[in-house]
């Protein structure tokens, strides 16, 4: 699907992008939120780089912002037009535009004089990674930007999005043969992946920032593949991931009646995301919820369904209300809940209804 964007939305974007000043670029931490980071940093130069854990923007940040008066956001890979309140404030700030580019489940257009919101389920429903949008906007713009379709493709595997990204994929496998396979995740793009999600989970921000920066100054896929730091990171990760999956078979909760399997992890490292895919591929007919109890006290979640048969995004919002915040995809999304046994009665009642 390349009509997500308009020519009226690429003039308007022109005109964002010839905006002088401070400039930020804020992107989701992960491997889809980081690739398409680093291909817009390769294309236009000049802003300040910040992860983001997810689209819930905190009043410190705001205020952040406020005092620091850009003169241009953009927010990548992150719903924030669930704070659609605080970002039309930011938008307030004099001479300020705001870029979303976007693609999980929407809330609101969020497009004014000011922001330009491009999410391409406006249109229909598609699930087509930051990554891809941000490379097929890029080729609209006539960027020189097929030689970096790897990096696209990286994003895109880490994110799953295999199905509606095939000509993306077809056209990735026909130029660097050697990188992808039949299988994605089983190529080495698919490794590239696990390279950033392992920075991710060993370092959290600081490790989503070096893995943009390492992409970003890249020569090519060889280049970034074989970073000390982040082979380092990935080994480490990947020995408690291994003991997690082994502890996985004496500790999940299984209710087959909801062809559901819950999972309670106990791990110094963020893995609750990395470990929920994985059992999803394991479980494809089931529905995963893996949990982890946070230092403060609450409960990070990772859900999963590759059936389709429920759109977990929508029910992880409904599941939240008054006791956290989250969202998501059809087959996939996160949260982050004060109370584990309020959640779990919500979900729960939504898989009999």
Same mark, same amino acid.
């Given at each position: 699907?390349?009509?997500?964007?308009?020519?009226?939305?690429?003039?308007?974007?022109?005109?964002?992008?010839?905006?002088?000043?401070?400039?930020?670029?804020?992107? %989701?931490?992960?491997?889809?939120?980081?690739?398409?980071?680093?291909?817009?940093?390769?294309?236009?130069?000049?802003?300040?780089?910040?992860?983001?854990?997810?689209?819930?923007?905190?009043?410190?940040?705001?205020?952040?912002?406020?005092?620091?008066?850009?003169?241009?956001?953009?927010?990548?890979?992150l719903?924030?037009?669930?704070?659609?309140?605080?970002?039309?404030?930011?938008?307030?700030?004099?001479?300020?535009?705001?870029?979303?580019?976007?693609? %999980?489940?929407?809330?609101?257009?969020?497009?004014?004089?000011?922001?330009?919101?491009?999410?391409?389920k406006?249109?229909?429903?598609?699930?087509?990674?930051?990554?891809?949008?941000?490379?097929?906007?890029?080729?609209?713009?006539?960027?020189?930007?097929?030689?970096?379709?790897?990096?696209?493709?990286?994003?895109?595997?880490?994110?799953?999005?295999?199905?509606?990204?095939?000509?993306?994929?077809?056209?990735?496998?026909?130029?660097?043969?050697?990188?992808?396979?039949?299988?994605?995740?089983?190529?080495?793009?698919g490794?590239?992946?696990?390279?950033?999600? #392992?920075?991710?989970?060993?370092k959290?921000?600081?490790?989503?920032?070096?893995?943009?920066?390492?992409l970003?100054?890249?020569?090519?896929?060889?280049?970034?593949?074989e970073?000390?730091?982040?082979?380092?990171?990935?080994?480490?990760?990947?020995?408690?991931i291994?003991?997690?999956? $082994?502890?996985?078979?004496?500790?999940k909760? $299984?209710?087959?009646?909801?062809?559901?399997?819950?999972?309670?992890?106990?791990?110094?490292?963020?893995?609750?995301?990395?470990?929920?895919?994985?059992? #999803?591929?394991?479980?494809?007919?089931?529905?995963?919820?893996?949990?982890?109890?946070?230092?403060?006290?609450?409960?990070?979640?990772?859900?999963?369904?590759?059936?389709?048969?429920?759109?977990v995004?929508?029910?992880i919002?409904?599941?939240?209300?008054?006791?956290?915040?989250?969202?998501? %995809?059809?087959? #996939?999304?996160?949260?982050?809940?004060?109370?584990?046994?309020?959640?779990?009665?919500?979900?729960?009642?939504?898989?009999?209804?």
């Amino acid at each position: 699907m390349e009509n997500f964007v308009s020519s009226s939305q690429l003039e308007k974007l022109g005109s964002f992008l010839s905006v002088k000043g401070k400039r930020y670029l804020f992107y %989701h931490q992960d491997a889809d939120g980081v690739c398409s980071a680093a291909l817009w940093m390769r294309f236009f130069q000049g802003f300040e780089t910040r992860a983001r854990e997810g689209p819930r923007i905190e009043e410190a940040f705001v205020q952040e912002l406020l005092e620091e008066q850009p003169e241009l956001m953009v927010f990548l890979d992150l719903p924030v037009d669930q704070e659609a309140e605080k970002v039309k404030r930011l938008s307030k700030i004099p001479g300020c535009r705001i870029i979303i580019i976007d693609h %999980h489940i929407p809330e609101e257009d969020m497009s004014n004089e000011n922001i330009l919101h491009i999410n391409p389920k406006f249109r229909e429903d598609v699930y087509l990674p930051a990554s891809y949008l941000v490379y097929r906007i890029l080729e609209k713009l006539d960027k020189k930007v097929e030689p970096l379709i790897w990096m696209s493709v990286i994003g895109v595997i880490g994110d799953y999005g295999f199905k509606e990204c095939r000509e993306l994929l077809d056209k990735c496998r026909t130029k660097y043969p050697d990188l992808l396979y039949v299988r994605p995740l089983e190529s080495k793009l698919g490794k590239g992946a696990e390279l950033i999600s #392992a920075a991710i989970t060993l370092k959290g921000l600081r490790g989503a920032a070096r893995a943009l920066d390492i992409l970003v100054r890249a020569k090519n896929y060889k280049e970034f593949a074989e970073n000390r730091f982040l082979l380092q990171w990935k080994g480490i990760v990947q020995k408690e991931i291994d003991k997690i999956l $082994e502890e996985f078979k004496e500790k999940k909760e $299984e209710y087959p009646e909801l062809n559901l399997i819950v999972y309670s992890i106990e791990s110094k490292l963020s893995v609750s995301s990395v470990i929920s895919s994985i059992l #999803a591929r394991l479980y494809p007919d089931d529905i995963i919820i893996v949990k982890k109890k946070t230092d403060s006290g609450h409960w990070k979640l990772s859900v999963r369904s590759q059936t389709g048969l429920i759109n977990v995004g929508e029910n992880i919002k409904k599941c939240v209300k008054g006791i956290g915040s989250g969202g998501g %995809h059809k087959k #996939a999304g996160g949260a982050l809940v004060q109370n584990w046994d309020t959640f779990k009665e919500r979900f729960f009642k939504l898989l009999v209804s």
